[in-house]
């Protein structure tokens, strides 16, 4: 990750601003530090902060205006350290790194839920959307990827107590791209989908999103035909978590958006009948309830809504009563009905609720891919996204929250792995001894997890497929016996006497690395096994609905074979992306979350009491009647975010980045670097970079400990060495251009000069008597080279031979050595190309020509639309001043602007005025009346069919496009215009004289907007104006020591300006 080493010169350029942009540069690695530099930038608003290349970002809960395009301009193809940090700075380099490489690449992004996975996701993709470079396909596929994004939050995110808009699935994109970096698809991977939620909520917590949009926002004809209500509260599906309403969330809206979302991902017009179809039978399901018979069997008490589910499935109601109520056994050749109770009965509804919607779920997942998979089998190479439910702990933690936390601990593994791999490796390639940092390995966690035979998923299923009584409970004690004494896992029984009061009976606690979490078993095996009768499995396989045939019909083929439990599915579905990941080249963004009301910070305080309980850092409320609920803790939450360092692994990822070296660096670009700071190696180190960096350190007194010499590179321990030296560079380069400038003022200066010779001579005295050794043993060696080089020098012209073989080879090596330090930097610069040696001038210049097109190409590429369009209004610019107005070159460079005032600084009277016209552009003027010449403020407007000259709510003077029929300047360096109007009666205004400070961006603008490229005259000495028809007056240009505008004593209008300065 030679990214992250790379610029640690532009990061020391920039330590001046707030806080450090990088960790790895913090003087001290203590967590004191760590948390104050955090907190620095975070109170200014700067959320991320780099560790290396790793991207730490806090999240803000405000909308920060630092994700428009004109920053994703800014990042395109800019070193990741020259700018300030920021996720755009990362989604670049992993681009570039990927372009280069021609290799696949990962962003894993982690954090506990609501610290922002999901908007920094999206962000990354936006960029790429942005910013590669643009096809036809491109813009197709853009958009689809795009449009994923609501489609797959309306139905897998859900308000929770942690984040209003939480992820209940897990998300793994590839964004695939050709070798020519365009964007030609994505792929996504889903994971497990928390379904409990669609039949169950706890309090304060919300359904999925899709639900409250389609009854909030469905148009009144499409509620009606799928029979629903528009009251979200009519429906027990929406109601448990009583928040059916929630003023943060508009649901209308995202409805809306989801909607056209799904025409973009071309889902056709009946399967989003079918979608809808589906969404709305899982709400009447949900009110379908179950009254005793006469032997207290469940009976349907409601038929309207069953009625509704049958027709919008198209499947039989009797059948569909049946089997809700019964179940089909079958006993030697008969079939016996068993009716069930009312609870088997409602988990039967349940159950089918779940099944339908999380099938469903994956269906869609399906039709995304197929919309956005490049299906050509052309080389692609991918970047990952992953972005996943984050670590969440509740009141009552259920199954689905011990799969949720189990997969952060499979992601923290992984991220320790990579993390502490490739820095050890580094080490070893270069030979550097180091001490291994010490940090919590969460193996021990996974493992307790998901070993074979001996992992709590292991245990869970022998219980789900033991026949038997098993029972919730009975898991609980197999696990008590297999677990009882390791050191992460605690039950009642198991606890001593102060933790035993904080455990039901019913409870197990995992300790994991993110802190402890208390799992309630309730519903672990019936989760786990997830089960549907056949003869419901069997009726959804007929539904008219093509989405829930399809969805049931083939998946359960073979229905003998038991499937295979959730847990083990989820476990090798982790299993898979693991390997798939590590087969990548890893990056990562940690997310924290600054406080856990999901408040911007602005200081606030909430008047409520608050408990902290544990040692977990979490902090509970207790608000009334209404439950539990976190608590705001101010702009940042210091003991909140430090949990959060911690068990993140920050601290040890940042000691293990500096492993006690905070820098490293190439022997070449070190010496090359700072080779001015020692006699010896200035101006020229002849010998080998490594031995001219060794005498360079020792010579700027680096002690032993602070530097170690790898096999290519040299490690620097602390920052502040290097600071030090960077600081000396900077005062030598200033006395070396004093040096250059050829003045030696003062004894002083001597003096110092003197020493400095003195001491270059006894260093090179110290050094020659080293060497000596060393030379001796290699002169019989050097005398043969030097032989072979002049016999090769002398036949040079011939053709190649033994004589002159080597030398050639030599030459052109020293050539392409040398080219390669002096490449041009610009596409403009055709002078610079190093002369070729005769043998290599064939290659020399095909090798100009590719680099001019590479260039070239990658110039284009960084054209974003908005420079284009700039480059346009320049040409018109060009076509009509360039050699003609002495102020045209000063132009160039000046990019225009949309407009010089905004809609809110113009009279809103004017703006009644004009209504039916756009205004496309305004600038103010001073405008020099006819008589008199008196300069007068004003605003110019122009829209589509005029120019106005307004002052403050009255419009002075409108100038139709037509009837404009010149405009002049003079070819000085004023700014002043004359606009000629066709003037037909004395009562008409006459021509109007301003100047305006932007002169060559309105003059383009009108240009353009007038079409009137061929109105346009630059005038040497004197411009003859119309005051009133029939009556003329002139504005006389000239030039003085100083501009100045003033009425002459001949009646004209002088302007004087400065002349050119000479370039
Ligand atoms: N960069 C950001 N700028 C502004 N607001 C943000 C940013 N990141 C996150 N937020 C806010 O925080 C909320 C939660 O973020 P997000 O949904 O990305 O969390 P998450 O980490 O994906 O959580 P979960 O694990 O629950 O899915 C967002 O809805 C948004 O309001
Ligand atoms: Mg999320």
Not at 140 to 166: C, I
Not at 408 to 420: A, D, G
Not at 531 to 545: A, E, T, V, W
Not at 748 to 775: H, I, P, S, T, Y
């Amino acid at each position: 990750m030679e990214m992250g080493l790379l610029n640690t010169e532009g990061a020391l350029v920039a330590r001046d601003k707030v806080g450090i942009q990088d960790f790895v540069l913090l003087d001290e690695t203590t967590e004191t530090a760590f948390m104050e530099n955090l907190k620095k930038r975070f109170d200014k608003d700067l959320i991320y902060t780099y560790i290396g290349a790793l991207v730490v970002s806090v999240n803000p809960y405000k909308d920060l205006d630092i994700y428009n395009s004109n920053q994703m301009d800014l990042y395109m193809g800019v070193n990741f350290f020259e700018l300030p940090p920021h996720i755009f700075a990362l989604a670049d380099t992993v681009y570039h790194a990927m372009m280069l490489e021609l290799n696949n690449h990962f962003i894993l992004i982690s954090g506990e839920s609501g610290a922002g996975k999901t908007e920094a996701s999206k962000k990354i993709l936006q960029y790429y959307a942005v910013c590669s470079p643009e096809t036809d396909l491109l813009t197709s596929v853009r958009d689809k990827m795009l449009m994923s994004n609501p489609v797959l939050e309306a139905f897998g995110n859900a308000k929770t107590l942690k984040n209003d808009n939480s992820s209940r699935f897990g998300k793994y994109m590839d964004i695939q791209f050709n070798s020519e970096g365009e964007a030609l698809g994505g792929h996504i991977l889903n994971y497990l989908l928390e379904k409990s939620r669609v039949v169950h909520q706890n309090h304060g917590e919300r359904n999925f999103h899709i639900f409250y949009q389609l009854v909030e926002g469905g148009e009144e004809d499409l509620l009606h035909q799928l029979g629903l209500e528009r009251d979200c509260l009519y429906y027990n599906y929406l109601t448990q978590g009583e928040c059916a309403i929630m003023s943060s969330i508009n649901d209308k809206n995202d409805w809306k958006t989801v909607k056209n979302a799904l025409k973009v991902i071309e889902v056709s017009e009946s399967d989003r009948t079918d979608l809808f179809g589906v969404v709305a039978s899982v709400l009447h399901l949900g009110n379908v309830e179950f009254d005793p018979d006469s032997r207290g069997n469940a009976s349907l008490n409601n038929n309207t809504e069953l009625r509704w589910v049958s027709t919008l499935l198209g499947v039989n109601a009797q059948t569909l009563q049946e089997g809700l109520t019964y179940r089909k056994i079958r006993a030697q050749q008969d079939q016996v009905l068993s009716p069930f109770t009312i609870d088997h009965a409602i988990y039967v509804r349940d159950a089918l609720a779940k099944a339908m919607y999380g099938r469903t779920f994956t269906w869609l997942v399906r039709q995304i891919n197929e919309s956005m998979e490049n299906k050509d089998d052309t080389m692609k190479m991918v970047i990952g996204l992953l972005d996943i439910y984050g670590f969440e702990v509740f009141y009552v933690n259920s199954f689905e929250q011990f799969c949720i936390n189990y997969c952060n601990e499979k992601l923290q593994q992984l991220f320790i792995q990579l993390t502490l791999k490739s820095e050890q490796e580094e080490y070893e390639a270069e030979g550097i001894e180091w001490e291994a940092v010490q940090f919590f390995n969460n193996k021990i966690i996974c493992d307790l997890v998901e070993e074979r035979h001996r992992g709590i998923i292991s245990i869970l299923d022998e219980e789900c497929l033991r026949p038997g009584d098993a029972t919730d409970l009975t898991f609980l004690e197999r696990l008590e016996e297999k677990m009882g004494d390791h050191p992460h896992f605690v039950t009642h029984r198991l606890a001593d006497i102060t933790t035993r009061k904080t455990l039901d009976r019913g409870d197990f606690r995992l300790l994991h690395y993110a802190g402890e979490v208390t799992y309630c078993v309730v519903g672990f095996l019936d989760k786990n096994n997830d089960l549907l009768y056949k003869n419901i499995k069997d009726l959804m396989g007929q539904s008219k609905n093509s989405i829930v045939r399809e969805v049931f019909g083939n998946a359960d083929a073979d229905s003998r074979r038991r499937p295979e439990t959730v847990a083990t599915q989820f476990k090798s579905s982790l299993l898979k992306l693991t390997e798939s990941l590590l087969a990548k080249d890893a990056w990562y963004v940690r997310c924290l979350k600054s406080n856990e009301s999901k408040k911007p910070g602005n200081g606030e305080t909430h008047p409520v009491h608050w408990v902290l309980l544990g040692s977990t850092g979490f902090h509970w409320v207790l608000l009334g009647s209404t439950g539990f609920c976190w608590v705001l803790l101010g702009v940042m939450d210091e003991a909140l975010v430090r949990h959060q360092v911690k068990y993140l692994g920050l601290m040890e990822h940042l000691r293990v980045r500096r492993a006690g070296f905070a820098y490293r660096r190439r022997y070449e670009v070190f010496l090359q670097r700072y080779k001015a700071l020692c006699p010896a190696t200035w101006p020229h180190w002849l010998g080998l970079p490594m031995d001219g960096v060794q005498v360079l350190v020792q010579h700027l007194g680096y002690m032993p400990y602070e530097y170690k010499m790898g096999r290519t590179k040299i490690f620097i321990r602390h920052p502040k060495t290097l600071y030090a030296t960077e600081d000396a560079f900077e005062r030598c380069k200033h006395e070396l251009a004093t040096k250059l400038q050829g003045k030696y003022r003062g004894y002083k200066a001597k003096g110092e000069l003197k020493k400095r010779k003195e001491n270059a001579f006894q260093m090179d005295v110290a050094w020659k008597a080293a060497q000596a050794r060393k030379e001796e043993e290699r002169r019989d060696w050097a005398v043969k080279v030097i032989k072979k080089f002049i016999n090769g020098f002398i036949n040079r012209g011939d053709a190649r031979s033994a004589d002159n073989s080597e030398y050639l080879a030599f030459v052109r090596q020293s050539y392409l050595n040398r080219l390669k330090l002096k490449l041009p930097k610009t596409v403009l610069d055709k002078t610079t190309w190093l002369t070729a040696p005769s043998v290599c001038q064939e290659a020399s210049e095909m090798l100009r020509k590719i680099y001019y097109r590479l260039m070239v190409r990658k110039y284009v590429r960084g054209i974003s639309q908005q420079k284009r369009g700039q480059l346009q209004m320049k040409v018109v610019t060009s076509a009509i001043f360039k050699g003609k107005k002495d102020s045209y070159p000063q132009s160039i460079t000046r990019s225009f602007l949309d407009t010089r005032i905004g809609e809110a600084d113009i009279n809103p009277k004017v703006l009644q005025m004009i209504r039916n016209e756009r205004v496309k552009y305004s600038v103010p003027v001073v405008k020099y009346d006819r008589k008199g010449f008196k300069p007068r403020p004003r605003q110019i407007l122009l829209t589509t069919s005029a120019a106005y000259l307004v002052e403050e709510a009255k419009i002075k003077q409108r100038v139709l496009y037509t009837s404009l029929k010149g405009i002049s300047v003079s070819n000085l360096t004023d700014d002043i215009v004359v606009l000629h109007i066709t003037c037909e009666d004395a009562k008409q205004k006459g021509d109007l004289v301003f100047q305006c400070d932007h002169l060559f961006e309105f003059l383009t603008k009108l240009s353009m907007l007038a079409n009137k490229q061929n109105a346009f005259q630059v005038v040497k000495g004197s411009i003859t104006i119309e005051i009133q028809s029939g009556k003329q007056g002139a504005v006389d240009f000239t030039t003085g020591p100083e501009p100045l505008v003033y009425k002459d004593k001949n009646g004209h209008l002088m302007v004087v300006s400065t002349r050119v300065r000479a370039r």
